[in-house]
């Protein structure tokens, strides 16, 4: 176990409004300014797909001025332009996406609609991801669209030229990608699009596109939720303020509630309200957080006050999982400290992430010495139970691998991370952050 945690910091920006950034600003007439963009492999994977594609992009910290400024030179909606370097014999352009199933999904949109084919395709955690969610309404619309080894995974081939429809689509998982995926096809297609989801995905496509002029309607009908594009003439480059990514904030969040005599400081993180479940159920389950200085640039954004706190156990389930899914992998490790039954339902989505989380999370905490059990769509943790270190396994994901660092420092003994450097996807300097915070990192 690690000193208390305290001071003041601030997290890198958020990694879902930072890709959409870079897409939109691409695909927009005029120069994007994106400030507090995420230096990350995942953003970084999307800066190389569109450089591929013929767009300028700039980045200022290797100029020496402020960190994490962007400046994207758009071409219009029509203006992409593959690179021939990367055009294979068969005329596609060749796109990698590494870790990114945000960039591959909503790219596989984008790309859709375009005049050139191309070949999007991950490492190898990405290309076992599933893509028949996104290929499917795709289809739908017009597109010719398809798993290269016809198992719905990356590598996928997307022929071009083919005329978009617009479509009514009802999605059956609850999915910002794939409503991305098809809201960006819908910009190119010959009518609206409108898609259905069984709960409120994040939305920062559809505040971040009506930034950019396009007319997107959001809304709720007969208890479903539903976001809808009109095919539009331009996108305008407005400039985009990235907000701290909450979902990097909550491994603080977790060390400062379970490390006694921690007062921590988060200055500027992401509120939205699809994004931030997880301050709502911490709350419930007692933490001390304060919400500070809420401001407000087309997403909100505040100072989180989080103090060391005994929590107890509580139910997670239903339409807040969206809003949290990325964090429940850590609030599975805050509930091993927690008085009593933590129980995460309807969170099958776990398994198909950048790991099996749902194995990954039970194997790891059990090493550490929690009283966990998996479920078909979920977890049982039984505490307060006092972990001890252990070795990690983390099969390269960013998110099991600091959710196990949070899970070293309120433990005895040492914990051992696989693959460390991995959380460098979506949280570059995260280990030299909890250090200034005072904590050890593994
Ligand atoms: C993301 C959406 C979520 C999330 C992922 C980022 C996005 O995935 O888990 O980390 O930026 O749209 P799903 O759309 O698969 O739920």
Known sequence: MTGPLTGEVSVPGDKSISHRAVMFGALAKGDTRIRGFLNGADCLSTIDCFCRLGIEIESYPSYGSAPGDVLVHGRGLHGLSPSSVYIDHENCVELYTGNSGTTTRIMSGILSAQSFSSILSGDASDN???????????????????????????????RGNNPLKGIVYSSPVASAQVKSAILCAGLYADGPVKVYEPALSRDHTERMLKMFGAYVFQGRENGRWYASVKPCGDLYAPQIIVPGDISSAAFLIAAALMIKGSDILIRSVGINPTRSGILTVLKEMGADITIENITSVAEPYADLRVR????????????????????????????????????IRDAAELKVKESDRIALVTQNLQAMGADITATEDGFVINGPCRLHGAAIRTDGDHRIAMSFAVAGLAADGDTVIDAPACVSVSYPGFYDTIERLGGEAP
Do not use: F, Q, W
């Not at 893509?131 to 719905?152: C, F, H, Q, W, Y």
């Not at 389930?317 to 429940?328: Q, Y």
């Open 128 to 158: 076992r991801r599933p893509m028949k969610r996104v290929t499917d309404p795709l289809k739908e619309m017009g597109a010719d669209i398809s798993s290269l080894n016809e198992d719905g995974c990356a590598p996928l081939l997307i």
């Open 308 to 343: 060391y706190s005994d929590l107890h156990g509580t139910v997670i389930e239903g339409g807040i999982i969206p809003s949290l899914i990325d964090e429940l992998l850590v609030i599975a490790v805050i509930a091993s400290a927690a008085e009593g039954a933590t129980v």
